[in-house]
């Protein structure tokens, strides 16, 4: 059972997607609407994984991995985004995010929570063109 | 030897005295016997006659030569002075047998004899055609210089009266021109004249001005930003045309003008004739239109980045919500989830029309409805109602019409500086209640917006502009003529008075005003 962080501010599509995750292999178990509200629960939990909205009130979702790597290197989190540009993608896998997945893709979600438990990394379906042969690879 | 032959000799020798003497000159003479009408000449006079030089003559042979004008003349002469009446020398015209007309002078005494009657004529002649006919020349020369003469004095005071006209001319000109004009001494840089207009904008006395240099007038001298090129210009062309400066005509207050100048001559000395138009106000207003339009531009800015924050924020993430639930349910149909499909579509039917109506909100919030073709009442009391259900800030409208302005930019001016007025109350009157009224004021409309809330101090012009936001609310209303006034003290609730033309057009010109 992969046990994860939502991290999203809005709180119909938090929902949402805490209905979309609710599955036999995987669940949300901690909510937070902020990335300062993340990064202070973080500590005392014991999830698998994080998915991260890229766009938050205050601190953005690619700042909020960027710190929580300071004091938990490596602790996958997948970024969600209204964006599919490539810059976005490559800044986001670029400062450690294992998975980025747009928003308007639900099942790449599922996916993509899956792929980064088995060690994998993930741009969700389309956003893979954004990097060179390999480059995916081996991380 | 006898008496007669003694006064014969005597007689002889006297005419060769006269001959010799007349030899010097070139008189001739001669003697007519009256009686017999037999006639002497010397050769002089039959030289000048034209007569043959030798040979008898009589009177009618010097008849023959008289010019046929003058027969009368000489006629009558002869009659005048046989009578003894005539002793003056006389000028008649001879045709000469080669045809040349001459003039003579001549001269003529009778004599008589013992018996008293009339005996002899002597006389002297003289050729004076050339005298007479260079005389004539010369008087023709005299009278065309006259003439000449005549004209040029007419000319010159013809100029003259033109002169002193355009004189008179130019100085009521200058006098009447309301552009501030100096006339000033090149050399000595001393005003020489300014009209009243200068006088006026100087804000001295005639007396103040004249004869005194430039420098001695202002607090600051002109600055120009290329002095250099400038004077360069005015020695070449003797001209400078609409050149920007500024200077401090009394402390503290700096005029911006634009100089033109041209050098003139007044009575034979170099002068500069400078005109000034003050573009003080106008370069005042000027910036206050680039600081609008960068408001503006920034309160653009802020307004799209607002609503594409409601946009982002909350519409599109509504929307991923129901691209979630939907496959969702598509995940349940393919289970046969029954019970599941029930409860996620009536979710999804629950989400869409709340959906709906943000994006409804949205769009109302961009244009109001209310503000197409309604009053300024009714917009006021949509706005009213409106911060009520969103703010909970209680807001009475009061109207005795409903004020139907023609100018659309008007209404939506007036409905936004209205908003932010209870935006203002909102943010920082705390709990308040508002009356908004509005009344006909002359030609204008005058809206009072009054709350109870806590007021501040509306002396301190920082907290009005920055604090309270309002220098746009005030700049916009002042593109269309209006104008608002804020009332407010610590405790005691704010006051605002907006007026508006209520015929304004777009350029915020009232009717009657040229633009």
Redesign the interface.
Known sequence: MISILLVEDHPILSQSIAALLDNDDMSVTAFAKSAEEALSMLPQLNVDMAVVDVSLPGMNGIELISHLHQTRPGFPCIILSGHNEGAYVRRAMAIGARGYVTKGDPIALLEGIRRIAAGELYPSDGLEQHFRPGELDGK | MTDEHHATEELREARENLQIALSSTALGWGVLDVQTGMLWQDERARAILGLSPDGPLTRDDFMAVVHPDDNELIQSDYERRAAGELDEPIEYRILRPDGETRIIRATGRLRRDDAGRPWQVTGTLQDVTKQRRDSAALQRLTEELEGLVAERTGALQHANTELASARDRFQKIFNANPMPKVIIDIEEGVYIDANPAFIDYMGLTREQVIGRRADELVFQQPIFKNSKELQEEFDQQGRILSVEATFEIRPGDTRTVLMSAARITFDGRGMMLAAITDITERKQAEQQVRQLASELTRAEEKERRRVSGIL???L???L??I???L??LHGMLAKGDTEGIEALFNKVSA?VPETINTARDLSIDLNPPILEGEGVAEALQWLATKMGREYGLPVRVSAAESFALADQGVRITLFHVVRELLFNVVKHAGQAEVEITLARRGDELEIEVKDDGQGFDARNKQEVTEGHGLTMSRQRLELFGGRMHIVSAPDEGTRAIIAVPLSADHDGNKPGESA
Request: no cysteine; proline share 0%; glycine share 0%.
């Open positions: 982002h924020d909350d599109q993430q509504r991923y919500a691209q979630i639930e496959a969702r989400l």
